[in-house]
């Protein structure tokens, strides 16, 4: 990680303890990577995931690939260089959702795999949860719920992950969704029951 060129700072642990906010919320704070190709279902499940932890008195938030351009990275481009500092930037705002104990929820492309180890390094160790939102690019250019793929195709967009740019699958990641064979419903299941059997949320009785 390179130092910030600001000087003269310090970083300041606050009064209020991770511990102690984790305990007030009853449950873990972490940084749940959703990665897949634009049409894969990231959105959709990040949405249903945060739904049933809010019914489960859970503070979760999403992150949105295309709310996050809105604002705090409305100056980047899709460069290799520029998704980089997305995904950077983006995980920086993470760790902090997770320190204040928060599921935080992050639906992003995020197609280069470095870019995505650099993330879960920033974090301690448990704290990132990459779940890998499986579908084959013929099956997201058939949903092409934003018109993306079809765009791309006709030469409109040069850049279009899967098309003019490479995304790389996770290699080891602690969750797969295969939105392929399995339904909305079940691709919630699969993650809430993640999430209770590793102990980051309670189990519903």
Not at 47 to 58: F, S, W, Y
Not at 169 to 195: G, I, Q, W, Y
Request: glycine share 10%; with cysteine; net charge neutral.
């Amino acid at each position: 990680m390179q130092p910030p060129k600001s000087g003269n700072i310090t970083w300041h642990a606050g009064a209020v303890t991770r511990a102690a906010r984790e305990a007030a919320r009853g449950h873990r704070g972490a940084t749940l990577w959703l990665t897949g190709l634009s049409g894969s279902g990231k959105s959709t499940l990040t949405v249903a995931v945060e739904q049933a932890l809010l019914a489960r008195g859970c503070v979760a938030y999403v992150l949105d690939g295309d709310n996050v351009r809105y604002g705090l990275n409305r100056d980047l481009g899709f460069s290799p260089e520029e998704r980089r500092e997305n995904i950077r930037r983006i995980g920086e705002v993470a760790k902090l959702f997770t320190d204040a104990g928060v599921l935080v929820l992050c639906a992003f492309i995020s197609p280069y795999r470095e870019d995505r180890d650099a993330v879960r390094k920033s974090l301690s160790p448990g704290d990132f949860i990459e779940v890998y939102v499986k579908a084959s690019l013929e099956a997201c250019e058939s949903r092409d719920p934003k018109g993306l793929y079809r765009k791309a195709r006709a030469g409109g967009i040069a850049d279009m992950t899967g098309i003019g740019s490479p995304y790389e699958p996770p290699e080891k990641p602690e969750l797969v969704v295969d939105t392929e064979l399995h339904t909305p419903a079940e691709s919630l299941a699969r993650v809430l029951n993640f999430l209770e059997k590793t102990g980051y949320i309670q189990h519903r009785t």
